[in-house]
């Protein structure tokens, strides 16, 4: 049963083994609010990539995802340990949200101008705010528990000195090297912070908000790409060349999906060791999968002749996320619930993917046929199993 509301009540740590564990309404308005500033980078992505531009899209994608997804990520953990849902974790959890809105307000000057002024502003506001979280979950905790608490809020803090650092760093190689010292500074902090103690970050529920996550994303991604397609259909009427993608678009989105959500995971996370990696990893999935939609608006402008790129280029755009996505997942889920012939479905998939890249205009819908074959593989050699 749900615990009544309370305006001010103790932040302590949850029990990992607490019953029915779910998702609350304010986790999923975070989730939401997140992917507006995904669906930025998305569109940003796509921009650049459609012009050309693939090195400084790819670049100005890697920066401004990561921002996003480490901010959700760490409240994600934060909160599935020391939700209290009162009114300063809301309060503080709102200035989180109204932090990705600026971040996502600054992501097309990251793009156009390399401005990265608004979006560490945006950032900064996140972090911070997790700090504070910290600084009342070392309050009400003893022991390790508060000295995990206490390296957590120093350690971020610190961080962020370095992120306003790189606001005073010319544009270059220069800032590059600080913006991935202070990427790896980041990544750094939780091992650091529990190599003692360890947070009651709750498995299931954990799961769960990755899960919910990654079907938000997978969601902008169907969205972008239908947005994509009715400009397209409004401007130029090229149904013959538009169907194929769209339908190709769909059968990926759909098969990233079933694949995604195949196996229950939340058994495998036991351990921090475990879980990290397993969330780390989560980079590459969420990102993938918003970056198919950025590829699908690339393969429909260049299929009514807006796109200054190849045609096998801009399959590339769809088809390397695509498989990325699938390597991913495999890596991440499938390898430690499939045995025998089905370790390899994903794999294999994979290489099938990339390899329609070579089909030119007709690689996305061959791709998203081989994304429904390796869901039908997969389910048969489950149900035989």
Same mark, same amino acid.
């Given at each position: ?220 991604? *169907?969205? &972008? $790409?239908? #947005?994509?397609?009715? =400009? +397209? !259909?409004?401007?130029?009427?090229? /149904?013959?060349?538009? @169907? ?103 794999? *294999?998939? &994979? $290489?099938? #993917?990339?390899?329609? =890249? +070579? !089909?030119?205009?007709?690689?996305? /819908?061959?791709?998203? @046929? ?16």
């Amino acid at each position: 049963m749900t615990e009544p509301f309370q305006v001010l009540r103790p932040m302590r740590a949850r029990s990992r083994d607490e019953d029915h564990r779910a998702a609350t309404p304010l986790e999923l308005f975070f989730d939401l609010c997140f992917v507006v500033a995904v669906a930025q980078a998305g569109k940003q992505l796509a921009h650049a990539v459609a012009e050309g531009h693939v090195g400084h899209g790819v670049y100005g994608y890697f920066m401004a995802f990561f921002a996003i997804w480490w901010a959700w990520m760490n409240f994600t953990w934060f909160a599935s340990a020391y939700d209290c849902d009162d009114v300063p974790y809301r309060i503080t959890t709102l200035v989180q949200i109204a932090g990705v809105l600026v971040l996502a307000a600054g992501v097309p000057r990251l793009f156009d101008q390399q401005d990265l002024t608004l979006a560490v502003v945006g950032y900064l506001l996140m972090r911070l705010a997790m700090v504070t979280q910290w600084l009342r979950a070392a309050r009400s905790e003893t022991g390790g528990a508060r000295t995990m608490a206490l390296r957590y809020a120093a350690g971020i803090t610190v961080v962020q000195l370095g992120w306003v650092a790189v606001l005073f760093v010319p544009e270059g190689a220069a800032r590059t090297a600080v913006v991935l010292l202070c990427i790896l500074a980041e990544l750094a902090v939780p091992a650091l912070a529990e190599a003692k103690v360890q947070s009651s970050w709750h498995p299931r529920h954990i799961a769960e908000r990755y899960g919910l996550f990654t079907i938000i994303v997978l969601g902008e991604t *169907v969205a &972008a $790409a239908t #947005v994509a397609m009715q =400009t +397209a !259909l409004d401007e130029h009427e090229a /149904l013959d060349e538009l @169907l194929p993608i769209a339908g190709g678009g769909l059968l990926i989105c759909f098969g990233a999906w079933w694949i995604y959500f195949a196996e229950p995971i939340h058994q495998h996370l036991r351990s921090n060791r475990q879980a990290f990696l397993w969330g780390y990893g989560h980079y590459l999935v969420l990102g993938s999968a918003a970056a198919v939609g950025a590829g699908l608006e690339v393969a429909i402008e260049h299929a009514v002749g807006q796109a200054h790129l190849s045609a096998t280029a801009a399959t590339a755009a769809v088809t390397v996320p695509a498989a990325l996505y699938l390597l991913t997942v495999w890596a991440l889920h499938s390898r430690h619930v499939k045995q025998g012939a089905a370790q390899a479905v994903l794999p *294999v998939s &994979a $290489a099938a #993917v990339l390899a329609c =890249t +070579a !089909l030119g205009g007709a690689g996305v /819908l061959a791709a998203g @046929l081989a994304v429904a074959a390796t869901v039908a593989v997969g389910t048969a050699l489950a149900t035989r199993g």
